[in-house]
C-alpha cells in the first residue's frame, strides 16, 4: 500500500493499481511512501479475497454521507451496498439505488471523512451484523483482486470534513437559473400537442412553469437521438415554439441503441465497435461479439462509455438538439438497467421445463416465480460484458458503478460544447462521485407513498454531503396513485429542495397542480409561486455553496450545538437562513419543531405576501399547519430574501423584500449573473451586499451594490422587514438611486 | 329496504335476503318497515350493479376504524378494500391486507357510525378519488345481486359510538392470563430439542416468557393435527414437559388439507363431502367435485367451514391435543392463501409458450413476469370453488371475507369443548368482524421495517375499535433481518400492546431477545420485565374493557379535547391510566412528545424499580431517550398499579406499588380472577378498590377488598408513590391485615 499526502487534510491510500474512476480532481506532485495501514481501520483479506476494513464504533457514534441510499440520515445500523441498481421497489430493506457514492463521515470524538473510490462492488455494515463494529468489504475483481484508492479526510468538524471533501471531488455544477424552476414531466406526455396543452395549463392556472419533460414516447420506436415524426411533427420548430413560450423542453435519452439495420446510431456504433462487448467470466476473455440486452426497444446495444473515443462519439449526438435549442436532457436507465438477456432468458425457461415436467408442482413454483422476478438486472448479466477502458478490457462488473457516470460525463461534454456558451442542464438516475460535477440527479422511481416525503428528506441532506447539491425527488411520488393532500404537502417540502420536479409513471393518476380540484390547485400555486419569490435566495446561497464547496442542504445537527439536533432528521437547513420542517403525515394538520441554539422567527405561510410570522425562544413547539400552510423558520441574526414571482425564472423585479430576526447583526449577500451562461467565471455578475445591525428596538441598514462589468442595479427599492429582540417588526425601506442606496426611511 | 331499531342507538338496514354472516349478537323482536334510504348516504348502483354509498365530507372530517388496514389513524384520503388477502409486502399503497373490519365512524359535526355487514369485496374511498366525498362500494354477487345488512350506530361521541358497536357485535374473548406474557415464535423451531433450548434460554438469560410457538415444521408433512415424531417424538410427553416448566405451547393450524390416501383428516374430510367444491362461476354450478389447491402440503383440500357439520368435526379435530394439555393454537393461511390452482398455472403455461414462440422477445417479458407474479391469491381461483352453506350453494368469492372467521369459529368451539372448563388461546391471521368474539388475531407477516413500528401503532387503535383488543405484531417483524435496535425499540412499544409476541419468517436472522449482544439482551430483559410488573394494571384493565365494552388501546383524540390530538397518531392510551409515547426511528434518543389537557407524570423507565419521573403541565416537550429507556406518561387523577415481575405469569407476588399524579382524587379497582378458567363469569373473582384523594400536599388513601366465593386476599402490602399537585413525591403503605387494609404510613 502507497500513502500520498494529497492536501493537508486528505490522505490517500493505494492499495495495488487502481483504476483511475474521474471522480477526484485534486493531484500532488508529492511523492508517495509505503505504508502499512489506513488510519481507523484495520484491514485483512475474506475467505474469498474480498478485501475489508474494519472499524470499533463507539455508542454513541454517528455515520454520516453515503449519498443515495435508504434508511435514516445517520447510517448506523443498517447494511448499505454499492452497486447502482434500478430497483423501483424503494422498500426499507432495500440495501442499494441507483448511485454509488461511498464517502462516509465517523462522528465521535474523533471525526473524520473516508472516500473508498472503487468501482466495483462494496458492502458497507454500518453496524448491523454488530453494533459496535463497522466493516466495508470490497468485492475482489474478476482478476481476484482489488485495486483501489482510499481517502481519509480530516476536518475540525463535519461541516469543514464535507468541504474538505469536495475540494477533492470538486463542486457540483452550475445549472442554468431556470432549473431553479419548477418542472413538470410524466411518462408521458406523448405528443406535440399534449405538451402544449401542459403549458398552456400552467398559463391558464397562473402557476409558474419553466421546464416540460418528454419521457420515453417523443422518441421513434425508442431509438435514441430521434424524435416521432408522427407525434411531435417538425420537432425544431416545436422546441423553438416551446422556448419561445419560455419553456425549456428536457427530453429523455436512455444508453441502450435499438438493433436496428439502418439506424444510424446504431449502424456507427456498430462499425466502429463502440458498444460493450460480450464476456466470458470464467475464461476472462471477450468473444468480441456485441453484448445485446432487451431494454425498452427490444434488442439493445450498449455504448461502451468507459471508451473516451466512444464518449467523444455520444458528446456530439446531442448536436443536433443543442441545434434547435434544446440543451437540457435527462439520462435514464443508466445503471444499465437489462430487462434481460438471451441467456437469462434460456436459464429462466430451463427452470420452467423442469417444474412443468413434474406432474404435481408444489413449493418448487417459488423457484419458478423468483427466476422470473430475478430476470431483470441481474447480477450475472453485468458479467457477461466487458469495456474497452481505452485499450484494456475491463470486465463490466468491476467497473459497474462507472456506467451512468460516464454516460453523464459524455452528455455533459457534448452539451457544453454544443451550447455556444449557455449553461447546459442534464440530470441523471445512475451516478457515482464526481458525476456532480456534469450534472443533476433525481432520487429515481420513488413512490406516492407518504413514507417517501421523509426518506427523501433524508436522502437529499445526505446526497448533499456527496456533492450533489441539485437533487429532488420525483414529487408527489413516481409510481402508485399520489392522492391530493400528498401532492400539496410534497409540494411544500419541494419547494425547498434544489431540483423541484413533477412526475409520474404510466398507468398512474394525473398529478399536475390542477389534477385534483380548485382549492388544491390555489395551494399547489401558492406553494410553486413561494418557490419563485425565494429566488434571489436561492440562486444567491446556491452559487455561493456550489463556489465555496459547501452543501446548499445541511442537516441540523451539522449546522447546530443542541443535542436534540442528532435526533431530528425531518427538518433541514435550506440554505443559511432557513430551516424547512414540513408536515409529512397524512392528515396531520401540525407537527412538532425543535427549535435549535437561538431564536427563531417562525413563519405559517399561505403564500408568499402572508406574514403569519411569530418569534420564538430555542425549544420544542407543537405547530399547527393548516393543509395550505407550510413551516419556515428565520435564524436570528441571518437575512431571508425575496420577490415577487412571475410565469418564470425569467421573470425580473425591481423590489426585494428582507425578512429576519435581527437582536445582533445580520448579512446577506445577493448574488445575480444573466443565469444563461458562463460569464460569471469571467467576473460578468452583480452583488448586493446588506448588512443589518440592531439598535436598541430599532435597527441599522447598509447596503452595497457590486457590479461587474457593464452590469447595471435593476433593483430600485429594498424593503425591510425585521423583527428585533422584542418580537417586534420594525418595516424600513431604501430606495436605489441608480447603484446607490438612499438612506433608509420607515415604512 | 327493509330497517329495523335494534336498540335506541343502532338502526339495522336491510337490502335483499342477506346470508347470516355471524358478526352480529344482537337480536330484536322488532318488526322491520320498509324504507328507501340510509342516513347520511345515497345509494346508486353503478354500471356493473355494484352497490354504491355515497357521503359528502366536510374540510375536518375524520373517518375512523377499518380494523386491520395501513393508512392512518384517520382513514381519509385512502382507498380501502374488504377483501381478505394473505400479502406478505406491506408496502403502503395496499389496500387489503388479511382481515375485513367494515365499520367505521364518520367524525365531524354529526358523528355517527357505520358497519356493512357484508361478506363480498367492499372498496372504501374515503376521499381518495374526491376529497369532498367518500364512496363505499359493495360488490354484486354472482347472481348480479347485493344482498346486505347496514347499521347505523348512533352515539354521543366517538368512544360511546364504538362500546354501542360492540353492543352489536359483542366484547372479545377472554384469553387466559398467561397470554398476556411474553410469546417467543419463529419460522420454526423445527425440533423438540431446539424449542427445548429456546425456553432453556429464557430462564438462562431470566427473561420472563409464557408460551413457544410451533410454526410449520411440528407437523409430519404440513399435514395438519399430525406431528412429526422424527422431529418431535412423543409429542404428548413432550408438551407435558414444558407445561410443567411453565411454557405453553401453541402449534400451527392451517386449513388446507394434504390429498394423501390413508391420512385419516384428509379421508374423513373426503368421505363426508366437508370440503369445497369446485364451481364454475359463469353456470353457476359445482361440478360436485372436492377443489383442490397447492399450499404447503402440495394438493391440498379446503374444509368447507361455511358448513355447521364441517365446522363440528373440525372443532373435534382439536380434542387429541387438549387431551394433552394444548388448548392454545394460531390458525394461520386461513384467507385462504392459496399459492396456485391447476386451472392457474395452465394459464401461466399458455402465456409462457406464446412468449417464448417469438423469436424476439420484448417487452412482453413484463406479461409473464406479472403471470408468475400473480399467480398466488389469485382471485379468478377464489370464483373456482364454493361452499355448502347447510344446504345452499354459494361462491367462495361472494362470502371470502368469511372464511377465516369460520375456521376460527370452528377452532375456538372445539378448545372451548375439550378444555375442560379451561380458557383456551386462539390466534388467526384472517378476521371478520365478529372473530374478536373467539379469539386473538396478530397483523401478519410483517416486516422488520423501523417503518412497520408507526404502521403497527395506528393499525392495533384501528382494530381495538372493531372489537379486536388482543392484538399486536410480530416484533420486531416477520420478513427482513432485523437490527438490533429495532428489537429495542419495538419491544419498548409491544409491551404496551396486549398481544406480545416475538416472531420471524424462516432464512432471517434470528431475533430472540439474546440473539444479538448482552447489552441489548439486558435492555430487552428489562422491558420484557417490565411488561409482567404491569400485570395488575393490564389484566384489570384488560377485564374491564371486555366486560364493558370498551376499547383497551385509545387514541388520544377519542379520549383528550385538544385539537392537536386530530394530527398525533404515534402515542396511544395503554387502558385508562397511560400514555404510550415510543420512539420509533432508528438512531433516535429522544422524540417529542404532546401532553393534552391535563398534568401528566412522565416516566422514562429503564426497567420496572427505576423511578426519573418528572410531573410536566400540558404541552409538547421534546423526552430525551436513550436506547435502554422507553417512556411513558401517567394521566393527572389517576393510578398505575405493579408488582414484581417473575418468570412468567404464574408468578403470585404479594406486594402492589401504586403510583400517580394526584391533584383532585384517583380511583383503580384492581381485578383478579383464577387467570385459567371461566368461574369468574360466576362471580370466582375479587377486587381490590383504591381511591387516593388529595389533601393539601399530602393525600388520604381507602382501600377495599373484595373477595369473591372463597378467594383469599394475596397482597399483603400496598405501597402508594404519589406526586401531589406541586410535583412532590409522597411515598406511603397499607399493610393488609388478611382482607382488611391497615392505616396508611408514610414509609
Keep these: ?261 439502418g439506424y444510424a446510431v446504431y449502424e456507427e456504433g456498430k462499425a466502429n465497435n463502440y458498444f460493450c462487448k460480450e464476456y466470458d467470466y470464467e475464461d476472462k476473455k471477450s468473444s468480441g461479439d456485441d453484448f445485446i440486452a432487451a431494454v425498452w426497444p427490444g434488442r439493445t446495444a450498449m ?36 430487462f434481460f438477456t438471451k441467456r437469462g432468458l434460456e436459464d429462466l425457461y430451463t427452470t420452467y421445463d423442469e417444474v412443468r415436467s413434474r406432474t404435481n408442482p408444489g413449493l418448487d413454483f417459488f423457484d419458478l416465480k423468483d427466476k422470473a422476478t430475478g430476470l431483470s438486472n441481474n447480477r450475472e448479466d453485468y458479467k457477461r460484458f466487458c469495456h474497452d477502458c481505452d485499450g484494456q478490457t475491463v470486465c463490466h462488473d468491476d467497473v459497474h458503478n462507472l456506467y451512468g457516470f460516464n454516460m453523464v460525463r459524455a452528455s455533459a461534454d457534448g452539451l457544453k460544447r454544443h451550447s455556444h456558451g449557455n449553461r447546459y442542464f442534464l440530470l441523471s438516475r445512475s451516478s457515482y462521485i464526481g458525476s456532480h460535477r456534469y450534472g443533476a440527479v433525481w432520487t429515481g422511481d420513488n413512490q406516492s407513498w407518504w413514507e417517501h416525503i421523509i426518506v427523501h428528506i433524508k436522502m437529499i441532506q445526505s446526497m448533499n454531503m456527496c456533492g450533489f447539491f441539485f437533487v ?53 400555486r401558492n406553494a410553486i409561486r413561494f418557490r419563485y419569490a425565494m429566488m434571489p435566495y436561492i440562486y444567491s446561497e446556491y452559487h455561493n455553496c456550489v463556489k465555496f464547496a459547501k452543501p446548499f442542504i445541511t442537516p441540523l445537527s451539522f449546522a447546530f450545538s443542541d443535542h436534540r439536533c442528532k435526533s431530528i432528521e425531518d427538518q433541514f437547513m435550506f440554505g443559511h437562513s432557513v430551516m424547512a420542517a414540513p408536515v409529512h403525515s397524512q392528515n396531520a394538520r401540525g407537527r412538532s419543531v425543535t427549535l435549535p441554539d437561538c431564536k427563531w422567527l417562525a413563519w405559517r405561510a399561505t403564500d408568499y405576501t402572508s406574514r403569519e410570522m411569530e418569534v420564538f425562544a430555542p425549544g420544542t413547539y407543537f405547530f399547527d399547519c393548516r393543509l395550505d400552510q407550510f413551516l419556515l423558520f428565520i435564524k436570528e441574526d441571518s437575512l431571508f430574501v425575496m420577490t415577487s414571482p412571475g410565469q418564470n425564472t425569467q421573470t425580473r423585479t425591481d423590489e426585494l423584500t428582507v425578512i429576519g430576526l435581527v437582536t445582533h447583526s445580520a448579512e446577506f449577500t445577493c448574488y445575480d449573473d444573466d443565469g444563461t451562461t458562463y ?35 435593476r433593483i430600485k427599492r429594498i424593503n425591510f422587514e425585521i423583527y428585533n429582540g422584542k418580537g417586534e417588526l420594525v418595516r424600513k425601506s431604501i430606495k436605489m438611486s441608480g447603484d446607490t442606496p438612499e438612506a433608509p426611511v420607515r415604512r
Tied chains: 1, 2.
Excluded at 176 to 200: E, H, L, M, N
Excluded at 311 to 332: H, M, P, T
Excluded at 485 to 495: A, K, N
Excluded at 684 to 698: F, I
Aim: hydrophobic share 35%; with cysteine.
Design 1 to 261: 500500500m502507497q500513502r500520498r499526502q494529497l492536501s493537508d487534510n486528505i490522505t490517500q491510500y493505494t492499495i495495488g493499481k487502481p483504476l483511475d474512476t474521474g471522480a477526484i480532481i485534486l493531484r500532488s506532485d508529492q511523492s508517495a511512501d509505503d505504508c502499512d495501514r489506513i488510519p481507523h481501520f484495520s484491514a485483512d483479506s475474506d475467505d474469498d479475497n474480498n478485501l475489508r476494513l474494519s472499524k470499533a464504533l463507539t455508542d454513541d457514534e454517528a455515520i454520516y454521507g453515503l449519498g443515495e441510499m435508504l434508511g435514516g440520515l445517520n447510517k448506523r445500523g443498517r447494511k448499505y451496498r454499492c452497486y447502482n441498481n434500478d430497483d423501483p421497489n424503494h422498500t426499507p430493506e432495500k440495501q442499494n439505488l441507483y448511485g454509488s457514492h461511498p464517502f462516509m463521515i465517523f462522528d465521535a470524538d474523533e471525526t473524520f471523512g473516508l472516500f473508498i473510490d472503487y468501482p466495483g462492488e462494496i458492502v458497507i455494515d454500518a453496524g448491523f451484523d454488530r453494533r459496535d463494529t463497522c466493516t466495508i468489504e470490497l468485492t475482489k475483481d474478476v482478476h481476484n483482486e482489488v485495486n483501489t484508492n482510499i481517502y481519509i479526510i480530516e476536518g475540525k468538524n463535519k461541516s469543514e470534513i464535507i468541504h474538505n471533501f469536495l475540494t477533492l471531488v470538486g463542486s457540483p455544477f452550475m445549472p442554468p437559473k431556470w432549473a431553479f424552476g419548477y418542472q413538470q414531466s410524466r411518462w408521458s406526455y406523448p405528443t406535440a400537442d399534449a405538451v402544449r396543452d401542459i403549458c398552456r395549463k400552467f398559463r391558464e392556472y397562473d402557476i409558474p412553469c419553466d421546464a416540460v419533460y418528454l419521457d420515453l414516447d417523443y422518441m421513434d420506436d425508442y431509438k435514441v437521438f430521434t424524435t416521432s415524426h408522427e407525434r411531435f411533427g417538425d420537432f425544431a420548430a416545436f422546441a423553438k415554439e416551446l422556448l419561445a413560450d419560455g419553456f425549456h423542453l428536457v427530453p429523455i435519452i436512455d444508453p441502450g441503441v435499438k438493433v436496428e439495420d
Design 303 to 338: 455504448p461502451d462509455f468507459m471508451n473516451a473515443q466512444v464518449r467523444q462519439w455520444w458528446a456530439d449526438l446531442y448536436k443536433q438538439f443543442c441545434e434547435i435549442g434544446v440543451n437540457s436532457f435527462w439520462n435514464d436507465m443508466n445503471e444499465p438497467a437489462l
Design 472 to 524: 429532488g425527488p420525483d414529487i408527489p411520488g413516481f409510481g402508485c396513485d399520489a392522492d391530493a393532500e400528498l401532492l400539496v404537502r410534497w409540494l411544500q417540502v419541494g419547494i425547498f429542495t434544489p431540483f423541484l420536479r413533477n412526475h409520474a409513471a404510466l398507468f398512474t393518476r394525473s398529478q399536475e397542480p390542477w389534477a385534483f380540484d380548485d382549492e388544491i390547485t390555489g395551494i399547489a
Design 679 to 713: 460569464q460569471y467565471e469571467h467576473g460578468k455578475y452583480c452583488t448586493l451586499r446588506m448588512k443589518v445591525t440592531a439598535e436598541g428596538s430599532d435597527y441599522s441598514v447598509t447596503c452595497k451594490y457590486n457590479a461587474h462589468d457593464g452590469y447595471k442595479n
